[in-house]
């Protein structure tokens, strides 16, 4: 598995579930979302089917946008070229961080810890 990204209203991505971002406000929010598409199913043995999102920034390299345990896990985001501000501007839509599996914060996102809810 590659390096990811994850959207999230906690500090960090592995405490989610602590101030989650639920399966169905995800749904709702990339639904009603332009920029991002709905493209298929993906079917997680703890989640169910659920949609697959994707994401394509003013670059036109596409990301792929998942939601798992309160989170929302972005695929591909550090392929060459990825407009990680544009990627962080739509976690902040969300009231959430947009940080790295090794915990990094990427600006211009904000969380549950910073009183946006």
Do not use: K
């Amino acid at each position: 598995m590659g390096y990811e990204l994850h959207m999230t209203r906690a500090s960090h991505w592995l405490d989610s579930e602590e101030c989650p971002i639920t399966m169905r406000e995800w749904i709702e929010f990339g639904r009603s979302r332009v920029t991002l598409q709905e493209e298929g199913y993906l079917d997680l043995d703890a989640v169910g089917r659920q949609p697959v999102f994707t994401w394509g920034g003013a670059d036109g390299v596409a990301v792929g946008l998942h939601w798992f345990e309160g989170r929302v896990t972005l695929s591909g985001a550090h392929a060459p070229g990825v407009d990680l501000v544009g990627l962080a501007d739509l976690a902040a839509e969300l009231s959430a961080h947009l940080i790295g599996d090794d915990g990094e914060l990427y600006p211009g996102s904000a969380g549950c810890g910073d009183g946006v809810r």
